[in-house]
């Protein structure tokens, strides 16, 4: 057996080195490998497999800076007994990875266009690695715009950033809560609603989404109907995984393998199957 | 023997008493021979220590929903067509422990399985079951990745194939493509007739088994006597599946009414996936003592019939029995190919026989695309 065919189904422990709250639910867990070489370099989407001792595996996707070359960086959000395990840990904490696993979202492709984010709720994970790629190659791409939704302002995750992100040059950051409750100020309603505030080129868009199937399916309407190309929509889909490797069999979705031939896929991959109910 | 050049080396008849030898010699170098025996009122695979362990004179009685084990009126060793399970069980284990941890003082270990992957000689592999171990090939070996746990135990695998000299009313391998003569994948393909074999080896290692029993030439009237025997079962097959078309037609047919039809009569067991030769799909379970300091995660096969198979936060993606149903059936006969370039199905008909409510795929398969 080479040694990369066995390392597809080994895990390799990692510590802890920084757990960050992010919202009441959700925890941001940076880790760096226990010994030996820095992680398997990562592209902004994919997902590792990660797991917690005597709890489970899960797939999580890669939330950090894929320049950042020492740690691997994720944000949980706890919603059962193994996200709760792993949100749990401490600094100092061993988990174990597998991975990355995965496809990415096409940030190559993207250069020369503007950049469109569409997330809901946790969904906005996934795609920070694209954020700070486009701003850390600020000139490859023309305009940076994320729309965020989440359900009420203390589901928002990194505040801080998304201020700071809105700041800086060319870089429009829309967000907005179904429900905003007396302090917010901000926009309320579905993720759809910020579009009445951008100008988009669709011609001159590359579209990545992410967050609960409903969400994504009416954001594509939308972005349809403003004629941004099925070829320069991408979305990441979500389904059961047990292994990361398309083994286990868990997370088809029509010919695809969510874990091998996703989670990223162009609308155009996506199109004939995204509508059928329990596929 | 209908493609002499995926064969090597000439036919050869081969005793009883030489067939037995063989399964010594296997067993000489190493190999855990498992062959069909009779256990629980069934022919099963297991270890075969040598042909007295065999189903002689035992046949079976199969039919949608019925299995029964029945007398013939010789004492053939082979005169079976399939029992309920397959070759996975030893290729792609029902139960795989992946590891043990250890934790201490906030430090984890990982202490990796590290028994050797049992060596097997398969002995009775239909020409059915060789497409199934083809399929699981594609999938576990030459795809993105390779499946270590399945790559270990068919590195060294020994195959003895048997030729169906009849077919079960189950059976619809030839639609399939797949049998009922073996073409590729074997070591020695074997066709019993009467009180022998004949034997041809398809491989050097074939070669090498065959040239160590005793074993006599065979003439030109054997070889056609097991080749009429073969094409015997052939004839006999009632069972078909019409594959002309068929995965892009069952994608036509996705919302098909049919599916609720099927629904109402499915009780989603996942008796199907668990005799499947081809179903890999696996889930997780970890363990752990109750000190807390020592955990194990294993392997285990699973089906896609179950609610929890696609489960995500929020709920399960198929939470209808007919979404289950077309899952299954559609990954075998229509998403397979586009994942893998060939059918999911092998045409055993296992799936029939041992279907609780006796639901028939080949039949279900032609009135999903009728009303697709």
């Known amino acids: ?279 | 023997m209908s493609e002499p050049d995926a064969k090597r080396g000439t036919a050869v008849w081969v005793s009883r008493a030489g067939l037995n030898q063989l399964i010594a010699n296997l067993k000489a170098q190493g190999y855990q021979v498992v062959g069909p025996r009779i256990a629980d009122g069934a022919i099963v695979y297991d270890a075969i220590e040598g042909i007295s362990d065999l189903p002689s004179g035992w046949t079976e009685q199969q039919e949608a929903g019925t299995y029964r084990l029945r007398r013939r009126d010789d004492d053939a060793l082979f005169g079976y067509n399939l029992g309920p399970q397959s070759w996975k069980k030893f290729l792609h284990p029902p139960l795989l422990r992946f590891f043990a941890a250890e934790r201490n003082n906030g430090e984890l270990r990982i202490l990796p399985s590290t028994e050797p992957a049992p060596r097997y000689a398969l002995l009775g592999v239909r020409a059915c079951e060789l497409a199934a171990i083809q399929v699981l090939d594609r999938v576990f070996l030459k795809d993105a990745f390779v499946e270590p746990n399945y790559a270990s135990r068919r590195r060294d695998l020994v195959v003895i194939a048997v030729q169906c000299t009849r077919a079960a009313p189950t059976c619809f391998c030839r639609s399939m493509g797949t049998g009922p003569a073996v073409r590729s994948g074997f070591d020695v393909a074997l066709t019993e007739l009467g009180e022998g074999f004949v034997a041809q080896a398809g491989t050097e290692r074939g070669e090498q088994l065959l040239g160590s029993v005793e074993r006599a030439p065979a003439d030109e009237e054997l070889i056609r006597q097991a080749q009429e025997a073969v094409e015997q079962a052939a004839a006999q097959m009632v069972r078909r599946i019409e594959t002309q078309d068929l995965a892009r037609r069952l994608q036509e047919a996705l919302e098909s009414p049919h599916w609720d039809d099927v629904a109402r009569r499915c009780l989603a067991c996942g008796n199907c996936t668990m005799v499947c030769p081809t179903c890999f799909c696996t889930t997780v379970e970890d363990t752990s003592n109750v000190r807390g300091n020592r955990a194990e995660r294993w392997r285990k096969w699973d089906s896609c019939f179950t609610e929890s198979f696609s489960y995500i936060h929020g709920g399960s993606v198929r939470t209808s029995v007919r979404s289950r149903y077309r899952q299954w059936l559609t990954h075998k006969l229509s998403w397979w190919v586009d994942q893998f370039d060939m059918f999911g199905c092998v045409g055993c008909g296992r799936c029939i026989t041992w279907c609780p409510a006796g639901i028939d795929l080949t039949q279900e398969v032609s009135k999903l695309v009728a009303s697709g």
């Not at chain 1, 989404?209 to 969400?215: D, F, K, W």
């Not at chain 1, 320069?232 to 059961?240: A, F, G, T, V």
């Not at chain 1, 155009?268 to 059928?276: E, N, S």
């Open chain 1, 1 to 279: 057996m080479s040694a990369a065919a066995e390392k597809i189904l080994a895990t390799t422990l990692a510590r802890v080195v920084a757990v960050e709250r992010e919202t009441h639910d959700t925890f941001t867990l940076s880790v760096t490998p226990v010994e030996g070489e820095p992680p398997e370099p990562f592209q902004p989407g994919q997902f590792s497999m990660v797991y917690v001792f005597g709890v489970g595996e899960l797939p999580i996707s890669i939330s950090g800076d894929p320049a950042d070359t020492e740690r691997l960086v994720y944000t949980v959000r706890s919603v059962g007994q193994a996200t709760h395990a792993l949100v749990s840990r401490k600094p100092g904490d061993v988990i174990g990875v597998r991975g990355p696993f995965g496809t990415a979202w096409p940030v190559k492709e993207a250069r020369g266009k503007d950049v469109l984010i569409v997330a809901g709720g946790i969904g906005l994970a996934p795609l920070r690695p694209v954020i700070y790629h486009v701003l850390r190659n600020r000139d490859d791409y023309v305009r940076l715009i994320v729309l965020y939704g989440a359900r009420s302002p203390r589901d928002l995750l990194y505040r801080k950033q998304l201020a700071e992100w809105g700041r800086a040059p060319d870089t429009q950051v829309l967000v907005t809560v179904d429900y905003g409750g007396l302090s917010w100020r901000g926009h309320v309603g579905v993720v759809t609603t910020l579009f009445r505030q951008l100008r988009l080129h669709p011609a001159e868009t590359v579209a990545f989404i992410c967050g609960p199937e409903i969400m994504m399916r009416y954001v594509i309407r939308m972005l349809e109907a403003r004629g941004v190309a099925p070829q320069d929509i991408y979305l990441s889909m979500e389904r059961n995984m047990k292994c990361g490797a398309g083994f286990c069999g868990h997370c088809q979705l029509g010919p695809y393998f969510v874990c091998k031939d996703g989670p990223v896929f162009s609308y155009r991959q996506m199109q004939p199957w995204l509508d059928l109910h329990e596929l």
